[in-house]
């Protein structure tokens, strides 16, 4: 599994998050088959949900979810306080030459549009809360400017965020994969911000480092330099989906009587893919048949 750290520095005025995501994001190139750039910026925004996730209290699901133009058509995060995480974008071949930095361009890949962050709560309690919802534009498409954009602009916190994914030409084709997220709480003087973006200005790349073997706790001291950083605590971290056959059966029978009659009678049973994970799930004539039971009875 791969890990997620949290902590403060500077006497708690700075908030630090730093996770190892390499394991998690080659499960996603195996299940969705993506393209290099897909891989980049789905990694990407697997590991801004795994970090904000972590500066949360009282949260079942955080989202996060671009709807923009570009040849991706979408992306799709999810992390839970147990450090599950999920996702998927809505074209997994989408690729695009190298930008001018001979980097992957998840910008023009994702193009423009709307940045959102989702939070629900209640889950465990059986409730089902409106869920808070946040948005803004689109920036660059990047994905970690973009959660720094959100994070300054919806939730007025100044923020750093580095995400990386480096990618090898053999199987698993993951060579690094992992983030880190700053932030600036009230209290923090600017000698300290400056120091904090001098050293995250000549910091090597963290997939650089992370491919060399560290892990989250060298990722933190990486971005904070002479800063000692307090580390309250850890998480495992990875890939993991909710979907299931029962919750296959849950939607099936939400779409009501008459649709279901025409699976029954038309088709002889459904068929669905889970879009999160690959997973593929059947509905018999009988599981029909005990459906349409139990909305007569309704």
């Keep these: 599994m791969d890990k997620l750290i949290h902590g403060t520095a500077a006497d708690d005025t700075v908030r630090v998050v730093a996770a190892v995501a390499t394991k998690t994001v080659e499960e996603v190139v195996s299940r969705h088959g993506l393209s290099p750039t897909a891989t980049a910026a789905l990694g990407r925004t697997l590991i801004g949900a795994a970090l904000l996730g972590a500066t949360q209290k009282d949260f079942d699901r955080l989202t996060i979810k671009l709807e923009s133009d570009g040849p991706i058509g979408g992306i ?14 809505k074209n997994a071949l989408a690729e695009l030459p190298a930008n001018g930095n001979g980097k992957f361009d998840v910008g023009g890949a994702v193009g423009a549009g709307t940045f959102f962050v989702i939070r629900e709560s209640g889950f465990g309690l059986g409730l089902h809360n409106a869920p808070y919802v946040g948005s803004v534009p689109i920036q660059t498409g990047e994905i ?16 750093a965020v580095l995400l990386g994914v480096l990618l090898k030409n053999t199987e698993p084709f993951v060579a690094a994969a992992g983030g880190v997220l700053v932030q600036m709480l009230p209290g923090a003087n600017e000698h300290i ?4 973006e001098d050293t995250i200005a000549h910091a090597p790349h963290l997939t650089s480092v992370i491919g060399d073997g560290a892990g989250p706790e060298e990722l933190a001291a990486l971005v904070l330099g002479e800063i000692e950083f307090k580390k309250l605590g850890e998480r495992e971290i990875g890939f993991e989906c909710t979907c299931s056959q029962e919750r296959a059966i849950t939607m099936v029978e939400a779409l009501g009587r008459d649709d279901v009659h025409s699976m029954l009678d038309d088709d002889k049973g459904a068929a669905m893919t889970c879009g ?3 997973a593929d799930y059947k509905v018999s004539e009988a599981e029909l048949a005990a459906i349409l039971e139990r909305i007569s009875r309704a």
């Excluded at 911000?193 to 904090?196: A, D, K, L, W």
Aim: hydrophobic content about 45%; charged content about 20%; glycine content about 10%.
């Design 144 to 159: 970690g400017d973009d959660l720094a954009f959100y994070l300054a602009k919806s939730e007025q916190i100044p923020s």
């Design 76 to 89: 799709v995060a999810e992390a839970r306080p147990s450090g599950a995480l999920r996702g998927y974008v």
């Design 276 to 278: 999160f994970c690959g």
């Design 193 to 196: 911000i400056t120091m904090i």
